[in-house]
Structure formats: C-alpha cells, structure tokens
C-alpha cells in the first residue's frame, strides 16, 4: 500500500465516522 493510498483511506474512515457518530458538545 503506497502512502497515498493509506491517507486517502484514514481520510475517508475519519470522515464517515464523523457523519455516524455526532459530535454532542
């Protein structure tokens, strides 16, 4: 795995784990 591709799938797990689990402040 190239480190593009690594970043590019941290970037869309860290993305989709915002839009499940709201931020309640």
Known sequence: ???TAVA???T???L???C???TNS
């Open 1 to 3: 795995m190239t480190v």
């Open 8 to 10: 590019t799938t941290v």
């Open 12 to 14: 869309v797990t860290f």
């Open 16 to 18: 989709a784990f915002l």
């Open 20 to 22: 499940t689990v709201p």
